[in-house]
């Protein structure tokens, strides 16, 4: 027998179609999973037949059909012929490369590989199952929803460090600041530790993040030279002797965009350099969740100097805007003071949910996940790349690619984005235009695309660097 819905989730439903962006089948599956997840349809119920539920909301019994074909693609209801469709139990969903699902509002025939970010997974029913402890906890709920101190609520610090500590051996809670996401994170140390006028260092590609904070704070932004194991200590001992220098700035470990990954005996030079010239060592750990036993930080041979900035964007959930500074504790009030400038502090809610998910194990399953997932989809398109010169690393989610001789990579980017394609070029990453060589940043982690359409983004990617139109020569 059919689940017969309430007057308050018909309500619910046609609210969805009359929200939101997107086509209107995607606003129904979206509101359908919600409800599926929240246990509001339960385990076992048989759904309404299209029809009925198309004369309900007052849609096609097309657009039912493709609402439902959606919550099928990631394991939510099955569909028996003559029987009907139910719900399915969400402890026996199988692993698969739906629990990665196409998910959100994507533009239909784009193909977006422009961005790093991290891949919705089963970690979606977590939020869901975490909403609704915390809505039994009424007096937790309370202190989440006041004003809190600047540096985090004392337990998430902890379960910060608690996080850093399973990459970085030295973490220490009282050395923590809770920030809205890596990007809040840069710009507060940035304003609490330099100046307008000041000169930063970093690699010569960079990331694009870096480059707008600086520009806007007035910070004087000077490139590096590279090689392929990542920024070149020679470079870096060689503008401080010609130049007055605050700070470096560096991605150790996945380097973006380039993916290199520094060697232990350059980190311990670099930090014996940054001792030496009185540097500043802000390093970027985004990326670097993703490789297991991975070399220490700069910043373990340098302690006092050394600022962590790690966030979950890349590990668990861009939206989520949850991220660590982990600063010398002389540091520590300053950068506070910065955040409670700009924005008082951290999101409480959303730092309690994750600090549950670290302290119950939950967060390292879904790196876990996250890596795995990343594994899968790049040796998907892998071979579409064959021929090209191509840099990575296994737990990239990017690959950098070179442009071929003798075209220009902002051009390419241009004729594939007439193509709906969207790639980073690597003008994005350069602090110095000059030395801008012709790459491309082409990602796997978009949230919004199935296997084929992954697999369809990078055979036009692959189309086009094969054979570019006559106009993005370099002259």
């Not at 311990?268 to 500043?280: F, G």
């Not at 861009?318 to 660590?324: D, E, F, H, S």
């Not at 064959?386 to 980017?413: C, L, M, N, Q, Y």
Request: net charge positive; with cysteine.
């Amino acid at each position: 027998m059919a689940v017969n819905l309430n007057n308050d989730t018909v309500s619910i439903l046609r609210s969805a179609l009359h929200e939101g962006t997107g086509p209107k089948y995607r606003r129904l599956a979206r509101r359908l999973e919600a409800l599926i997840l929240s246990r509001g349809l339960r385990t076992g119920e048989k759904l309404p037949a299209h029809r009925d539920l198309a004369a309900l909301l007052g849609v096609t019994a097309g657009t039912i059909s493709r609402a439902y074909g959606e919550l099928r693609k990631i394991g939510l209801i099955s569909s028996r012929v003559g029987d009907g469709t139910f719900v399915l139990e969400l402890a026996k969903k199988k692993r698969k490369e739906t629990d990665f699902k196409p998910y959100g509002g994507g533009e239909p025939g784009r193909y977006d590989l422009s961005r790093n970010t991290a891949i919705p997974g089963r970690m979606l029913t977590s939020v869901s199952e975490t909403l609704r402890r915390l809505a039994l906890q009424p007096e937790a709920l309370e202190e989440l929803l006041q004003y809190g101190p600047e540096l985090g609520l004392n337990r998430h610090r902890a379960a910060g460090a608690r996080w850093l500590s399973n990459h970085h051996s030295d973490a220490n809670a009282e050395q923590i600041v809770c920030v809205n996401g890596g990007q809040h994170g840069l710009f507060c140390v940035l304003m609490a530790l330099l100046e307008r006028g000041d000169t930063l260092v970093t690699e010569q590609f960079t990331y694009p993040g870096l480059i707008s904070a600086c520009r806007i704070l007035g910070i004087n932004l000077v490139g590096l030279k590279m090689d392929d194991e990542g920024l070149i200590p020679k470079s870096l001992d060689a503008v401080c002797r010609t130049a007055t220098v605050r700070a470096l700035f560096c991605t150790p470990t996945l380097q973006n965009p380039t993916t290199a990954v520094l060697g232990l005996e350059r980190r311990a030079e670099i930090a014996r350099l940054c001792r030496a010239h009185n540097l500043l060592v802000i390093e970027d750990d985004a990326h670097g969740v993703l490789v297991k036993d991975r070399h220490p930080h700069i910043g373990h041979f340098v302690p006092e100097r050394s600022i962590l900035i790690s966030s979950l964007s890349k590990a668990i959930a861009a939206g989520l805007r949850v991220g660590y500074v982990h600063a010398p504790l002389p540091l520590v009030g300053r950068i506070g003071t910065m955040v409670r400038t700009n924005c008082w502090m951290a999101n409480p809610l959303a730092f309690e949910m994750v600090s549950l998910w670290i302290e119950d194990g939950s967060a390292l399953r879904f790196l876990e996940d996250q890596i795995e997932e990343i594994v899968r989809r790049k040796t998907l398109v892998q071979p579409l790349l064959d021929g090209f010169v191509v840099k990575t690393h296994p737990r990239s989610p990017h690959f950098w690619i070179e442009v071929p001789s003798p075209w220009r990579a902002s051009e390419i980017a241009s004729e594939l984005r007439q193509k709906n394609c969207l790639v980073a070029p690597a003008e994005a990453f350069a602090v110095d235009r000059d030395r801008t060589v012709q790459f491309l940043r082409a990602s796997v982690s978009s949230t919004e695309k199935t296997d084929a359409a992954i697999s369809e983004g990078f055979r036009i990617l692959s189309a086009v660097l094969k054979n570019p139109s006559t106009t993005t020569a370099i002259h």
